[in-house]
């Protein structure tokens, strides 16, 4: 054979073994529209996974509830959810864990009231719009608990954290629940003089969550695979503190905002840095651990009926990655 077919095909060999390699370490991450979620906006935009070995595509979804059962049909093989959601998941037997405390939020999720209201006691017999076995539904609860008020109290309308602004635009709702960036479209409205942030998570922090959850048996056959994924979030999270113009750009693009509105949300929500990561896994009194947090929330998804038994907190979590990071 002569040497310039040998290298014709030696090259071929080549391209066809790295096209396979890269199919193999392709996978799927369920994300939403959420402000917190921008290091993974970034580190898709500017392909960070690759030097890591893997390529990473974000499946989004518009309704958080579609997002476990994705995971468990296994045409995601990672998802971004609330850790309620894990808890959730894991009560009915499901074995989702967390690898990544991504952040939690910071005023990011909020209830909203028109001007009329001042507090929230004054909710009792009002109808308030969010979305069912949510986030929004979860700090809902846990306020009117703070409150001595109940679900049973209020006047529910089922609703995404989309169609707030437009409900309590048009005047049908006077109370609703929803996140960023709807947050900031509802209290735009009127000049900034119509509504108001009557209870936020910035007064719970850690109680809402953003997680980055792989299932048991993918973590047990892929551990590389999930470094791979965490350092490529690390790496986003390190692009947006080094160039935070241009990471504005790539999260307001994905976001369908501006870079001045993503500047502006940044405010609401918290990324944990690496440093900090493993006391979310650590056993604390801190709402900012799982295991404080994870008993509050545990507590009233059994008092409302959407979980049969509290799961412990060891079930939800595996904190081997982030510790071995950090270390």
């Known amino acids: 054979m002569s040497s310039p077919l040998k290298k014709i095909l030696a090259g071929a060999a080549l391209a066809l073994a790295a096209t396979t390699a890269s199919a193999a370490t392709q996978i799927k991450v369920a994300s939403l529209i959420w402000i917190?979620?921008?290091?993974?906006?970034?580190?898709?935009?500017?392909?960070?996974?690759?030097?890591?070995?893997?390529?990473?595509?974000?499946?989004?979804?518009?309704?958080?509830?579609?997002?476990?059962?994705?995971?468990?049909?296994?045409?995601?093989?990672?998802?971004?959810?609330?850790?309620?959601?894990?808890?959730?998941?894991?009560?009915?037997?499901?074995?989702?864990?967390?690898?990544?405390?991504?952040?939690?939020?910071?005023?990011?999720?909020?209830?909203?009231?028109?001007?009329?209201?001042?507090?929230?006691?004054?909710?009792?017999?009002?109808?308030?719009?969010?979305?069912?076995?949510?986030?929004?539904d979860f700090l809902l609860t846990y306020a009117l608990k703070q409150n001595g008020l109940a679900e049973k109290d209020i006047m529910p309308v089922s609703m995404t954290p989309e169609a707030v602004p437009a409900a309590m635009a048009s005047g049908q709702l006077q109370i609703g629940v929803t996140y960023e960036p709807s947050l900031s479209q509802v209290l735009s409205q009127g000049g900034g003089k119509k509504f108001k942030v009557i209870f936020s998570s910035k007064e719970a922090p850690g109680l809402i969550a953003d997680v980055l959850v792989f299932d048991d048996k993918y973590i047990k056959s892929n551990p590389k695979e999930v470094t791979a994924v965490i350092k490529g979030y690390l790496d986003g999270l390190e692009y947006i503190k080094q160039k935070p113009d241009e990471a504005a750009k790539i999260i307001g693009k994905a976001m369908g905002i501006s870079a001045k509105e993503v500047k502006e949300q940044w405010a609401g929500v918290y990324n944990i840095p690496l440093k900090e990561m493993p006391k979310a896994f650590a056993k604390s009194k801190d709402t900012t651990s799982y295991f404080a947090s994870g008993e509050i929330i545990a507590g009233l998804l059994k008092a409302k009926g959407q979980i049969d038994k509290v799961p412990p907190t060891e079930a939800t979590i595996d904190p081997q990655f982030v510790n071995a990071l950090a270390k």
């Open 36 to 136: 917190g979620y921008g290091p993974f906006y970034v580190a898709e935009a500017l392909d960070l996974y690759k030097k890591h070995g893997l390529s990473v595509k974000l499946q989004m979804f518009s309704d958080p509830a579609l997002i476990p059962p994705a995971l468990v049909s296994g045409s995601v093989q990672g998802a971004m959810v609330t850790y309620d959601q894990v808890i959730g998941q894991v009560a009915k037997g499901i074995n989702h864990k967390v690898v990544l405390p991504i952040d939690y939020s910071n005023g990011g999720d909020a209830i909203v009231v028109a001007n009329g209201i001042s507090k929230i006691s004054e909710f009792k017999g009002k109808k308030i719009g969010f979305n069912p076995l949510s986030p929004s």
